[in-house]
C-alpha cells in the first residue's frame, strides 16, 4: 500500500453513502455527513467529521461528493469554510430537517403528511439543483431564489 499523502485538493465533502467503519482506524459515516479530508492514500481518506473533530478516521473516497471551499489561515491552523452558496446550505438544512419529519410521518403511517412533505422537498432538491448547475441566467436566478425561499417559508409554516 501507497504512503498516505497530506492533501491539497480534496479538502471537503459530503458523505453519498452510509459506510460502517470496520476497527478503529475506520470513521463510520451516514448520508448527508460532512468531512475535512486531511490525507488520501490509494482510493481512501483520512479525516473528520465537521460537526464533530474526536470522530476521525479513514474511510472509502468513492463515498464523497467533493465540495469547493475557502481556505482560511489564522496562526498555523486552517480553517476549512464551505464555498457553497448560502442559499444552497439552507436548501440543504431544510432537507435534512423535513427529511426526518418525514421518516417519523411515514413510520407513524401518516399517508397524506408523507406525500405533501414529499412534494415539498421534491420541489427543493430540483431547485437546489438548479441553482448549484450555475447555468441560470441572472433573471432566472434570482427568481428561482424567491421560489426556495417562498417553498421554505411555507414548507416551514404548513408542511412538516
Known amino acids: 500500500m501507497a504512503p498516505w499523502m497530506t492533501t491539497t485538493t480534496e479538502r471537503y465533502g459530503v458523505v453519498t453513502w452510509n459506510f460502517i467503519g470496520l476497527g478503529v482506524k475506520q470513521l463510520s459515516l451516514e448520508v448527508g455527513d460532512t ?29 464523497v461528493q467533493l465540495r469547493k471551499v475557502i481556505i482560511e489561515k489564522q496562526g498555523d491552523q486552517e480553517v476549512v469554510l464551505s464555498a457553497e452558496m448560502p442559499l444552497v446550505k439552507e436548501v440543504t438544512t431544510t432537507l435534512r430537517e423535513w427529511g426526518s419529519i418525514w421518516k417519523q410521518l411515514y413510520v407513524t403511517n401518516k399517508k397524506k403528511r408523507v406525500v405533501q412533505v414529499q412534494r415539498l422537498m421534491w420541489d427543493l432538491m430540483e431547485w437546489r439543483s438548479q441553482l448549484l448547475s450555475g447555468t441560470l441566467p441572472s433573471d432566472e436566478f434570482k427568481e428561482l431564489k424567491q421560489k426556495v425561499t417562498s417553498k421554505i417559508d411555507y414548507g416551514n409554516k404548513y408542511g412538516p
Open 35 to 63: 468531512v475535512h479530508i486531511q490525507e488520501t492514500c490509494d482510493g481512501w481518506y483520512k479525516g473528520y467529521l465537521v460537526r464533530n473533530k474526536d470522530r476521525q478516521g479513514a474511510f472509502p473516497a468513492s463515498i
